[in-house]
């Protein structure tokens, strides 16, 4: 995997997680800085350990993009399945809040079931990119506004994000493409694939 930084744009990565959208951005020619709360050993560049709203609201103004990936238990059904959702904040809105208030182009993604909460969001899943993965999330980007997207190209042999009923987690973390990460961190991680083709996409609409 190539990570040697970047001369592009620059691109601020909240709730960045372990850095699977961070990899395709960079590879579509993004500059990276990535925020989470909690300390990231794996995530791939420049890291700082900050709440991810609190950043975005001081220093979200000194980016291109931001990209923000609020976190999902409040929405996702295996937090249904395990517990409730009610325990778990929705942060949607209130990254959006911050989001407007840094006035730059921004995207906010997030899992299926909160897709109702996001403004005109696009879908894409792992079969939009070869990958044998069904893994569809979705993506509020006004900046793009209404673009096609590939067609899902789901098969019987696909992968689902089902801990171990069809594949073992290990082999799912390394289908999606985020083989640098352990298999818990690539639970609520982004296939690299999704941010490299949207990467594209936002420069081409910045140029």
Not at 21 to 38: N, S, T, W
Not at 103 to 125: S, W
Not at 155 to 169: L, M, N, P, S
């Amino acid at each position: 995997m190539d990570l040697t930084p970047g001369k592009g744009m620059r691109l601020l990565d909240t709730f960045c997680g372990a850095g699977g959208a961070a990899v395709g951005y960079h590879r579509a020619g993004f500059e990276l800085v990535g925020i989470d709360v909690e300390p990231q050993p794996h995530y791939p560049f420049e890291f700082h350990q900050a709440d991810a709203l609190d950043y975005i609201r001081e220093h979200g103004h000194e980016f291109d993009v931001i990209h923000a990936s609020p976190p999902c238990q409040a929405y996702s059904r295996a937090t249904a399945w395990r517990g409730s959702r009610g325990e778990h904040p929705d942060l949607i809105a209130p990254t959006r809040e911050a989001l407007l208030t840094a006035g730059i182009p921004y995207i906010i993604e997030n899992v299926q079931e909160a897709r109702e909460l996001l403004r005109r969001p696009l879908m894409l899943c792992g079969t939009h990119f070869g990958l044998p993965i069904r893994r569809h999330r979705y993506f509020e980007i006004p900046l793009l506004g209404l673009i096609l997207t590939p067609s899902c190209q789901h098969r019987d042999t696909d992968y689902a994000h089902d801990h171990g009923g069809k594949q073992t987690e290990a082999q799912y973390r390394d289908a999606m493409g985020c083989q640098w990460m352990t298999v818990h961190e690539a639970r609520e991680a982004l296939p690299p694939a999704y941010t490299e083709w949207l990467g594209r996409r936002i420069l081409e609409a910045a140029s």
